[in-house]
């Protein structure tokens, strides 16, 4: 009994250590590089297994979560453009069977054993009764359609995993972590996913010169195994406050700007429109943030720094205005051209009127226009558009609901962290109004747990000041 207990013991200060996410991210992006992700997928899981059923944390888990899907290299993307069969010899494919069962068994034993849904019960979370009504909309997507497929309910029981079970997941566990400890945590996982991200991105020009000829980035090379380049873009864009965050706090502060900067470059550089327009929103909300009156002991730095970017801009623009435009064609020749969303946004509408209570599935709006994507359908492009086709009347006044019930969770603190906390969460809600980012699974995740770890704060804050 006592050896089983320092075992746990030893455990549980190991994934609560600074190491744990850092050996996380090494080993994904080791695997990246050399194309042994498969591998380091066995070890990595085999740690979360074992927190799963030896800690109450969250972490290895959530480490899991954040960083996973961004081991796939290209060159073995079972999707767009390679179609790869790397994953489905039949030995990666009983490995692949047996991992993913044992996640599952994993997940209901770490379910039960922590109660983790009376868990949740009893924090009386504002997002309790909205989650479990987006739950019933996820299974009940395109119910009553001429063209209603078991696909939908296939792909409502994943969406519903994703936005209901994993958030429930993360409130549970969250209260049972120490603010501090906590926050450090989340702030550590930012940087290590700024800096696999940011080294990939030098990896592919490294490994494909084809990304840039003769001074021009080729958007359409500008690819990875785990997402094109606008998911590269709103994978960084959101990270920006959140490294602006540890500047103005004066963690690591050189370090963190630096960072934040690269984020920035890093979303421009996959010439995506959506990640260019938000990513430079957040950068000037954290601006306006750090001259505010507020936190006045950087204001003196930030109006010179941002004086010295104006005459930088400026400077580029005059004496190097044709390389600036070759680097960027694509964007500038682009331009406003909605790339077919707009036909797109009317099918859903099309499918609203035609099934006005629960929508047309998933699957079901507008096929014809809808090119079926690997497992996935070509969503709408938009969040709300696509509730209101593929989920009807009911599906989109669900989630305007939640959406009111999650803008009261953050609003309810006014501090620099919350602050900057929305501002990431607003880039995200706003690229998803361009694209399909909340339905791709992984960019739900570091969402999730910003506005968890909310939620946790606002009770921790109302048990203190009521003591």
Not at 104 to 112: A, D, E, F, T
Not at 212 to 227: E, K, L, P
Not at 402 to 414: E, G, H, N
Not at 422 to 428: D, P
């Amino acid at each position: 009994m006592n050896e089983s207990h320092s075992i746990r013991t030893a455990f549980d200060r190991f994934i609560h250590s600074a190491v744990f996410p850092l050996l996380f991210g090494a080993t994904v992006l080791l695997g990246y590089a050399f194309k042994l992700e498969f591998y380091g997928n066995i070890l990595l899981f085999c740690i979360v297994f074992l927190g799963l059923w030896l800690s109450d944390s969250p972490r290895p888990f959530l480490t899991l979560a954040f960083f996973f899907v961004f081991q796939v290299p290209l060159l073995h993307s079972p999707s767009f453009p390679y179609y790869s069969t790397y994953y489905f010899d039949t030995g990666k494919i009983v490995i692949i069977g047996i991992l993913a069962v044992a996640l599952v068994l994993s997940l209901i034993v770490y379910s039960v054993r922590t109660r983790l849904f009376s868990t949740v019960r009893k924090t009386g979370s504002p997002l309790f009764v909205p989650l479990l009504l987006h739950g019933a909309v996820f299974l009940l997507n395109g119910v009553g359609s001429s063209e209603y497929i078991l696909e939908n309910v296939i792909i409502g029981v994943v969406q519903l995993l994703v936005w209901v079970y994993f958030y429930f997941f993360l409130l549970a566990g969250f209260q049972k972590e120490k603010h501090d400890s906590l926050l450090n945590y989340l702030l550590e996982c930012v940087f290590i996913q700024a800096w696999i991200i940011l080294s990939e991105i030098l990896l592919l020009f490294v490994e494909n010169p084809a990304a840039m000829t003769d001074g021009v980035i080729d958007r359409s090379v500008f690819n990875f195994g785990w997402g094109t380049c606008n998911a590269c873009g709103v994978c960084l864009t959101v990270l920006i406050p959140l490294c602006f965050y540890c500047f103005l706090q004066g963690k690591y502060r050189l370090f963190s700007l630096f960072t934040a900067v690269l984020c920035y470059l890093g979303s421009i550089l996959p010439l995506s429109r959506n990640a260019l327009l938000f990513g430079t929103l957040a950068v000037i909300g954290c601006f306006i943030v750090s001259i505010s009156k507020k936190y006045k002991n950087h204001r003196k730095f930030f109006k010179i720094f941002t004086v010295i970017d104006i005459l930088i801009v400026v400077a580029l623009l005059i004496f190097f205005r044709e390389p600036i435009h070759d680097l960027f064609v694509c964007i500038l020749e682009r331009g406003t051209e909605s790339n077919g969303r707009i036909e797109i946004w009317r099918s859903a509408i099309t499918s609203f009127t035609e099934s006005p209570v629960f929508g047309k599935g998933f699957f079901g709006v507008q096929p014809e226009l809808m090119a079926y994507v690997d497992f996935f359908p070509n969503f709408v492009h938009n969040t709300p558009l696509q509730f209101l086709g593929s989920a009807g009347a009911v599906g989109l006044l669900i989630y305007l609901f939640y959406r009111y019930r999650t803008a009261r969770v953050l609003l309810q603190r006014k501090t620099l962290l919350r602050l900057c906390m929305t501002i990431s969460i607003c880039v995200f809600l706003g690229e998803s109004l361009l694209d399909v980012f909340p339905f791709m699974i992984y960019p739900t995740f570091l969402y999730s747990a910003l506005l968890a770890y909310a939620e946790v704060e606002n009770k921790n804050a109302f048990v203190r000041e009521n003591m």
